[in-house]
């Protein structure tokens, strides 16, 4: 049974910056790959940064030079440095992987950029 568990979402004023967390059971980050997708009210889910399972990583083009996604293979985790956060980068973030063709999401951590 594959679980993924995000944490780290928060209230952020903007410009600042916040590290969300993706622990995964039940499978491997490294060979299966996972990505980090948000979804804003009133707006479709949209891919926000992923990492293949060959290691190529592809990042929205608004978050480019802002966010960072990186993995800790020993822990099976995942992270996604968020610097320089804006208010539109207000949403509920989820953690994803697919396996065997199933798609995998975590519960979601809400993300809110606002003064």
């Known amino acids: 049974q594959v679980q993924l568990v995000e944490s780290g979402g928060g209230l952020v004023q903007p410009g600042g910056s916040l590290r969300l967390s993706c622990a995964a059971s039940?499978?491997?980050?490294?060979?299966?790959?996972m990505g980090w997708y948000r979804q804003a009210p009133g707006k479709q889910r949209e891919l926000v940064a992923r990492f293949s399972s060959g290691g190529s990583i592809n990042y929205a083009d608004s978050v480019k030079g802002r966010f960072t996604i990186s993995r800790d293979n020993a822990k099976n985790t995942a992270y996604l440095q968020m610097d320089s956060l804006k208010p539109e980068d207000t949403a509920v973030y989820y953690c994803n992987t697919k396996k065997r063709s199933i798609d995998y999401w975590g519960q979601g951590t809400q993300v809110t950029v606002s003064s």
């Open positions: 039940g499978t491997i980050f490294s060979i299966y790959g």
